[in-house]
T-cell receptor, first 112, second 113 residues
Framework: AQSVAQPEDQVNVAEGNPLTVKCTYS??????LFWYVQYPNRGLQFLLK??????LVKGSYGFEAEFNKSQTSFHLKKPSALVSDSALYFC??????????FGPGTRLSVLP | DAGVTQSPTHLIKTRGQQVTLRCSPK?????VSWYQQALGQGPQFIFQ???????QRGNFPDRFSGHQFPNYSSELNVNALLLGDSALYLC????????????FGPGTRLTVL
């Protein structure tokens, strides 16, 4: 069975500093990995995905993620955090039926 | 393009009642998936509909059922509601041609009292 872990419930970072939100996964076969963001009372918004190719994936709003096969990780990163980045972030792996197995989420707080 | 739309936005029911939630997929999408997101948790896959049939199902009881219409819109029905069914219900649409990405609606927040 496929699974996703997000080891941090909460990440706090000062505005302007780099941020990292961690994700590790367990899949059989090649992983299809995604990051979504959720703002209060909103649905999920797509940030980026890794299917194949370059291990560094660039996505929306200046976010990027690094796929590391040996460590089975797909950490989300941004060089300079904004207060408006404060939200709930979900890592997900897509299963064979094209549906998602989500991690529990990490709440990011960017402090001014 | 209106994206994925869901109705209603909020709903309050009592235990034992039945509820129907609705979803209209993004234009050009023919596949609809439903997820349950309990408070403080990640979304959990309920089922997926394609060509008006349930194609895949997650670990949810038979009280959860669905339907897809010829225009690709979908309904989620939950019978005999339990307090634990209180959650945000998310609909996502996709197109097998894109094969990679699901677009999510804003969700319906169901509260069971």
């Amino acid at each position: 069975a496929q699974s996703v872990a997000q080891p941090e419930d909460q990440v706090n970072v000062a505005e302007g500093n780099p941020l990292t939100v961690k994700c590790t996964y367990s899949v059989s076969g090649n992983p299809y990995l995604f990051w979504y963001v959720q703002y209060p009372n909103r649905g999920l918004q797509f940030l980026l995905k890794y299917i194949t190719g370059d291990n560094l994936v660039k996505g929306s709003y200046g976010f990027e993620a690094e796929f590391n096969k040996s460590q089975t990780s797909f950490h989300l990163k941004k060089p300079s955090a904004l207060v408006s980045d404060s939200a709930l972030y979900f890592c997900a792996v897509r299963d064979y039926g094209q549906n998602f197995v989500f991690g529990p989420g990490t709440r990011l707080s960017v402090l001014p | 393009d209106a994206g994925v739309t869901q109705s209603p936005t909020h709903l309050i029911k009592t235990r034992g009642q039945q509820v129907t939630l609705r979803c209209s997929p993004k234009s050009g999408h023919d596949t609809v998936s439903w997820y349950q997101q309990a408070l403080g948790q990640g979304p959990q896959f309920i089922f997926q509909y394609y060509e008006e049939e349930e194609r895949q199902r997650g670990n949810f009881p038979d009280r959860f059922s669905g339907h897809q219409f010829p225009n690709y819109s979908s309904e989620l029905n939950v019978n005999a509601l339990l307090l634990g069914d209180s959650a945000l219900y998310l609909c996502a649409s996709s197109n097998p041609g894109t094969n990679n990405e699901q677009f999510f609606g804003p969700g319906t927040r169901l509260t069971v009292l």
